[in-house]
């Protein structure tokens, strides 16, 4: 089945405690996306990746890191946490070369919570 | 910049009523446009798109047209269902780009 795959799923944690929210795709996808949505504002691009070892910074890039170092697999780093990065995180994916269809695929979420 | 603007939430319906949320976008150039529908605890998936003016996209008894002389993409639907309960993401990218833009999302509530 195809499908892009977040974990953990639900994740409560402190200021300052380096997490790593991991996301892997089973459709050879090249390009990987991290979205973070918060009410009133929609879903807000953080990083994104158009292939391997090509990453570069969404719309809000600052207090998070990626990296792409197989294809199939994102993992968005928070290298020290804060309460303003209490939020739902999805990470997405879709085949290039498809003249901007659009047709993002999206992994079920990560809520974290930063006390 | 480009952008999105969606018609706020909560929209409130009983089964079998008519849907509209509204949809209006800002861009240069000719964007791609998209209705995605998030149902409670779950990602997003593509409802329906649209890719030039004047382009219908239908989904599951979900309309919405591309209108480039008003800028818009209202979603509509002819008789909503309590499974149709969510919050529908409306966006766009420009062509040959992979970035989508989103809308706050507009959430549906069906009563029976």
């Known amino acids: 089945e195809a499908q892009v795959t977040q974990n953990p799923r639900y994740l409560i944690t402190v200021t300052g405690k380096k997490l790593t929210v991991t996301c892997s795709q089973n459709m050879n996808h090249e390009y990987m996306s991290w979205y973070r949505q918060d009410p009133g504002l929609g879903l807000r691009q953080i990083y994104y990746?158009?292939?391997?070892?090509?990453?570069d910074k969404g719309d809000v890039p600052e207090g998070y890191k990626v990296s792409r170092k197989e294809k199939r697999n994102f993992p968005l780093i928070l290298e020290s946490p804060s309460p303003n990065q209490t939020s739902l995180y999805f990470c997405?994916?879709?085949?290039?070369?498809?003249?901007?269809?659009?047709?993002?695929?999206f992994g079920e979420g990560s809520r974290l919570t930063v006390l | 910049g480009d952008s999105v603007t969606q018609m706020e939430g909560p929209v409130t319906l009983s089964e079998e009523a008519f849907l509209t949320i509204n949809c209006t976008y800002t861009a240069t150039g000719y964007p791609s446009l998209f209705w995605y529908v998030q149902y409670p605890g779950e990602g997003l998936q593509l409802l329906l798109k649209?890719?030039?003016?004047?382009d219908k996209g239908s989904n599951k008894g979900f309309e919405a047209t591309y209108r480039k002389e008003t800028t818009s993409f209202h979603l509509e639907k002819g008789s909503v269902q309590v499974s149709d309960s969510a919050v529908y993401f409306c966006a766009l990218n420009r062509k040959n780009t992979d970035k989508l833009i989103f809308g706050t999302g507009t959430r549906l509530q069906v009563f029976p």
């Open positions: 649209a890719t030039k003016a004047d």
């Open positions: 997405a994916s879709n085949k290039r070369g498809q003249g901007g269809s659009g047709e993002l695929f």
């Open positions: 990746s158009m292939n391997v070892e090509v990453t």
